[in-house]
């Protein structure tokens, strides 16, 4: 008997979960994207080799905040790992008129290599004031097959983040910035912990999408980013 580990169950019950969302066209707001970076970086670190990424998604809305998708990107080519695809399933609650909790589950799932796959719960708190938004919060990924260190033993990993937005007044572009602490299995560090880091534009014309960031981290390089994406 093939043994299925809890990464790989709760990946695949997210995955369909996302779906189940999206499937009635009339009780959810669609939407979808499909664009190219010219590295893919999660939480400072590239996955894509330092070489362009192409990227798809599509998202699914309902009108008591609960929401699904489905994300997918190429990594890089000489890894054992070239594809991404990513499953989330959340809830968003209007708090005040200013203040907005999130709660998701994210299922990152490896085609080619199951042993990575591995599920992420976040849990966000985002206030907006004017131009102004913030947000802060935490992602735990606990113990499983995806989080197994150098030497076999699984554990926790812990992401902690913040990040600001400035949104220009009667320009479609919008400022942000943001900070990241990343302790466990896929901090990248032999000890202690990774910070990460982003500060950057995005501009918005009609159906197009224009980004650039300086991202990095220190537990590797820094990089200019360049993004361009096509909604529909």
């Known amino acids: ?29 669609w939407s979808g994207e499909i664009g190219l970076v010219t590295d893919y970086r999660f939480r400072g670190l590239s996955l894509s080799g330092s070489k362009p990424a192409l990227q798809v998604s599509i998202d699914a809305e309902e009108a008591s905040g609960l929401y699904g998708s489905l994300w997918g990107s190429s990594l890089d080519r ?8 990513d499953g989330t399933l959340g809830y968003a609650v209007q708090i005040t008129e200013t203040l907005t909790a999130d ?30 938004t913030a947000a802060l919060g935490v992602s735990v990924a606990p113990p499983q097959r995806g989080t197994r260190d150098d030497d076999g033993r699984k554990s926790s990993n812990v992401y902690a983040f913040g990040r600001v937005d400035y949104a220009l007044d009667g320009i479609p572009i919008v400022f942000h910035a943001g900070l990241g602490h990343e302790r466990g299995p896929w901090d990248s560090q032999a000890h202690g912990g990774k910070w990460d880091w982003v500060l950057g534009l995005e ?30």
């Open 1 to 29: 008997m093939c043994e299925t580990g809890f990464g790989q169950l709760a990946a695949g019950a997210i995955l369909v979960a996302c779906l189940s969302v999206a499937a009635p066209a009339k009780a959810a707001d």
């Open 78 to 85: 000489k890894s054992d790992n070239r594809a991404e695809l």
């Open 103 to 132: 709660l998701s589950a994210t299922a990152y799932v490896y085609p080619e290599d199951p042993e990575a796959n591995a599920v992420e719960m976040t849990g966000q708190i985002e206030a907006g004031r004017g131009p102004w």
């Open 203 to 232: 501009g918005e014309w009609r159906s197009v999408r224009l980004g650039l960031d300086a991202i990095g981290s220190d537990a590797g390089s820094e990089a200019l980013v360049g993004s361009l994406a096509v909604t529909f």
